[in-house]
């Protein structure tokens, strides 16, 4: 079986830590992915809850080519978050001689929701993309069309809309999109953050 693979970075923004997801943190993932009206914006089939070893498998595999994160306000996790190695085939064909990293997160926490904490959790993860890991491009996809409040965090954070993905009939989602943000967009308005050193 594999192993979650572990990290020691953490990012401090002005509100937010995102500090290492640990073997520990099982119950917070399991509550947040059992909540019906969480997985209603993070999924884009009709799950209303994952168990506990379907939840150790998917966040232990993604932690192979991601830094997987809680997301803490003054001390409490409210969510999680990671920046992973691009495994989406389309756009790895569209940009071969790139380093693209996507974003994908999650705020658990219904209390925190609307309060610009995604957006700042999406900040802190695009500076960590580009000024320590070196990426090209940072892309959030499959973002759904009734999942506005991602959109909207991700296009405040300085994203742009690049492709938009016709759904089957009977889908829950008529629309999905990618949104990007390239380097050299992200340096010309670019946020000081402090960031571990390499």
């Not at 953490?10 to 073997?23: A, C, F, K, M, S």
């Not at 019906?36 to 192979?64: F, K, M, N, W």
């Not at 959109?151 to 990618?178: M, T």
Request: with cysteine; hydrophobic share 40%; aromatic share 10%.
């Amino acid at each position: 079986m594999t192993e979650l693979e572990l990290h020691d970075v953490t990012i401090q923004g002005p509100r937010l830590t995102l500090r290492p997801l640990r073997e520990a943190d099982w119950p917070l993932l399991l509550r947040w992915n059992s909540d019906p009206e969480v997985l209603y914006y993070t999924e884009g089939d009709e799950v209303s809850a994952y168990s506990l070893e379907e939840i150790q498998a998917i966040y232990r595999q993604v932690s192979q080519s991601a830094f997987c994160f809680i997301i803490e306000l003054g001390g409490r996790p409210i969510g999680e978050g990671w920046l992973q190695r691009m495994n989406l085939e389309r756009i790895l064909r569209a940009y071969p001689d790139q380093d693209c990293r996507r974003i994908d997160l999650l705020i658990g926490e219904k209390d925190c929701w609307g309060r610009g904490l995604g957006t700042e959790a999406i900040r802190l993860l695009t500076a960590f993309a580009f000024e320590r890991e070196g990426a090209d491009v940072v892309w959030a996809c499959d973002v759904a069309d009734y999942n506005l409040a991602s959109r909207r965090a991700f296009q405040k954070a300085g994203y742009a809309v690049v492709n938009e993905i016709e759904q089957p009939p009977g889908s829950k989602a008529h629309i999905c999109c990618d949104l990007a943000l390239r380097r050299e967009a992200y340096m010309g308005r670019k946020i000081t953050i402090e960031l571990p050193r390499k």
